[in-house]
Structures are given as C-alpha cells and as structure tokens.
C-alpha cells in the first residue's frame, strides 16, 4: 500500500463525522485524483448528488494541473445544477514528495441561509432612522470605542482581518469625524483595534501627509500659470 492509499483509507472513515457534524445540509467528497474518470472515493451526505466513481470537477482539473504549485480553495461559492447556492472548500491531499493525489471536499447548502439572511435584513432595516448614530457617554474613552466600532462596522470587516490600505481608510474616516480632536484618542484607537500606539500614530500621520498632498495638487491646479514638470 502507498503513502497515498494509507491517506485515503485513514480519511475515508473521517467522512460521516464530518457530514454529521455540519448536518443535513453537509456533503463531504473524498477524491483520488490518480484516477481523474472516476475520482470520487467515498461521499457522505448528499448535496451536489456526488457518487462513488464519479469523475473530477473542472475545478480539481485545473489543481491538478498546477502540480505542486497549487494550493486549496477555502469559501468558494458555486451551484448545484438545480440551482442550489453551495459553499465549498477543497482541501488538497499531498504525498510525501509534496505531489498531489487528492483532495478532501466539504460542500455545504447555504441556499436557505442566504434566504434567510436576506429576510433579517429586511426586518433590522431602520430606514426611518438617520445613518449616524449619538453615543451619549461621560466617558470618553467609551465615546471613541462606539465610533471605531460604528466605523469597524460600516466597512464591513474586523480589524483583525483588514488589510493595511483597509486599516488606513478606517483611520482616514475616523480622522474626518474628528476623532483625534479629543486627548488621548490614539492611544484609545489602538487599544480598541488592538495594534500598538507607534502603528496607529504612524496611520495617522501617513492619512494626514496624503491628504495634505491632495490639497497642495488642487491648489497648484487651480493656480494660472503653474507648470508642472
């Protein structure tokens, strides 16, 4: 038995546990890509109507081909042939070589989460109300933690998975509310987004200089006369 049929067989019974961890609405695919006509290994539970024998998707063809270059797809959207919405993470399998030979599939039916998230949707909006909200505080520092949680909000992503370009727009924005008018608001802000006081004074000062820049190019623009080399 090789490296990879001793992989397959130690994951084969793994399948059922993890469809019955996620539920009714799971499907595990375990996947021998030596065999790309008839793949599919084992399957538990039932959402894309996967069989044993049955063959590679077009997806496990292009990782295949990528050798050992490629690399798992985690949180992809697809759909069923009947239409149903499914979240899928293909997680590849290597051999000791670090080629790869197969794949282990989660596939899960958000179809009526999605549904459901739209009809949430429906029942939170509060379009009645204004945008902005009043946080009424004698603390300040309660006062700025609402105002980067608002902002952390509106921007739709956690600090914690932003990108730099992301973190400096959310310090841009709260530099426009005039946040760091009140004393001690950078120490505040780095503490509620957990980065350090030198990451968030050096946020500050690199959105204050690129806004500065801006301001001098519409003058010089606006000036008769002005050359620009």
């Known amino acids: 038995m090789t490296d990879a049929d001793a992989v397959l067989a130690a994951l084969r019974p793994v399948l059922d546990g993890l469809a019955a961890t996620f539920g009714s ?7 021998d890509y030596r065999r790309p006509e ?4 084992a399957v ?11 063959a590679m998707s ?9 050798g050992r270059d490629a690399r798992d797809q985690i949180n992809y959207v697809t759909r069923t042939p009947a239409g149903r919405v499914v979240k899928a993470s293909t997680m590849l399998l290597r051999d000791g070589d670090g ?19 739209v009809l949430l949707g429906e029942l939170a909006a509060v379009n009645a109300l204004p945008d902005a909200t009043t946080t009424f505080t004698n603390d300040v ?19 914690s998975r932003m990108t730099r370009a992301e973190r400096l727009e959310l310090f841009r924005a709260l ?6 008018t009140l004393q001690k608001a950078v120490p505040e802000v780095a503490s509620a987004l957990g980065i350090s006081r030198a990451s968030a004074y050096n946020h500050l000062a690199e959105i204050r200089s690129s806004a500065a820049g801006r301001r001098r190019s519409t003058a010089d623009a606006g000036r008769p006369g002005i050359r620009r080399r």
């Not at 609405?25 to 996947?31: A, R, Y």
């Not at 080629?99 to 899960?108: H, P, S």
């Not at 530099?175 to 760091?180: A, N, Q, V």
């Open 44 to 54: 538990a539970g039932e959402v894309t109507g996967r069989a044993p024998g049955g």
């Open 175 to 180: 530099d426009e509310r005039g946040l760091f």
């Open 38 to 41: 008839g793949s599919v290994v």
């Open 141 to 159: 520092g309660q006062l700025i933690r609402a105002v980067v949680a608002e902002e952390e909000l509106r921007l739709g992503r956690p600090v």
């Open 99 to 117: 080629e790869v030979f197969g794949a282990l599939c989660v596939n899960v039916d958000v179809t009526d989460l999605r549904h459901a998230a």
């Open 25 to 31: 609405n799971c499907e595990v695919v375990l996947h």
């Open 58 to 66: 077009e997806l496990g063809l292009s990782l295949l081909k990528q």
